[in-house]
């Protein structure tokens, strides 16, 4: 598949600031990329950049095989859609929609038949004479999407386009535009601080650190494969305890960590007395019953437990001062007295294969 955005060495600085820092990756066509990050990391000026909102300080941009680095906004192939929706209040959400086709000097026909398309697309033709404030933020949102679209662009860019909307209706929209991303087929590069967002919704993952890319991936490679503690802290949540290597083999590891000795499978090579850092995700963690046995027995006591519907948080105290996060799923709606109690000593299992090592200087 095609590339239809490259971006080569892309830097932008702001005095002694370096804002997006030496940037190479390149997105296929029709791809969902999201970039991730906290605020702060360059994603959205990296964003604006690809739009032509922001002038490089150097790098170069390509659309579709063309240099488009000093190419106004408005010659470029994309279209963006900002957090507030950039609606314009006086319009009806027809006129909305079909403001930027007059600007393509289309004919009235071919301009109402491409406004009534893009408002089928959303499921909202009915909404052609309303004006932006009789809408919900929902329907805004989508709003905003049809008009982008309407033009129909090489790429689309969306800035934190769920920011505004309330938590319920967020989630709602997450699978409404990965929907609508695959009816489209078009390219679309989103920005967001949210990591549910990018996991659901996108093809490819950029997590942005200090204006440099950390990592990028399939939402699966990130989540279970993190190269360094930030990208494993930002997709997800990790359990971090600083260990030695007590042994080293082709393929695996056997670590001194919270007064056990743990295997883990590694993938590069290791040797005795090196200090190292273990990364495992909660929901990877395993609470053995009394009498059972399991890989890498870690013994604990609980600290605390919270409780969030479909299952529960244990916090488990382990040796060294440490402390290890379960997730564990309620089966049968367990009873209360089924549910772990504070000081209640228990042992964790953890197979090797759901451990991540990670370098102690980086971690």
Known sequence: MASIIELDKLSKHYASIAAVDDVSFSVEDGEFVTLLGPSGCGKSTLLRMI??????????????????????????????VFQDYALFPHMTIGENIAYGLKLMKLGRTETAQRVTDALELVGLHDKIDQRPHQLSGGQRQRIALARAIVRQPKVLLLDEPLSALDAKLRE?????????????????????????????????????????????GSPHLLYDHPRTPYVAN?????????????????????????????????????????????????????????????????????????????????AVAVAGGGRVYV?????????????????????????????????????
């Open 51 to 80: 739009g032509g909102f922001e002038e490089p300080s150097g790098g170069v941009i390509r659309l579709a095989g063309q240099d488009v680095t000093w190419t106004p906004p408005y010659r470029r192939d994309v279209n963006m």
């Open 327 to 363: 997730d564990s799923l309620l089966p049968d709606r367990l009873a209360d007295t089924a549910v772990p109690a504070v000081g209640q000593p228990v042992r964790m299992a953890l197979s090797p294969g759901n451990i991540f090592l990670f370098d102690a200087e980086v971690a």
């Open 172 to 216: 709602q929209m997450q699978l409404e535009l990965k929907h609508l991303h695959e009816k489209v087929g078009i390219t679309f590069i989103m920005v967001t601080h949210d990591q549910t967002e990018a996991l659901v919704m996108s093809d490819r993952v950029v997590v942005m650190e200090k204006g440099r890319v950390a990592q990028e």
């Open 234 to 314: 930002f997709i997800g949540t990790t359990n971090f305890l600083d260990g030695q290597i007590a042994r080293a083999a082709e393929g695996t590891a056997r670590i001194s960590v919270a007064g056990v000795e743990l295997e883990a499978v590694t993938d590069s090579p290791r040797r005795a007395g090196e200090a190292i850092t273990l990364g495992f995700r909660p929901e990877k963690v395993r609470l053995l019953s009394e009498g059972e046995s399991g890989e890498n027995e870690i013994p604990g006591e609980i600290a605390e437990v919270v409780y969030y519907g479909l299952g529960l948080r244990l």
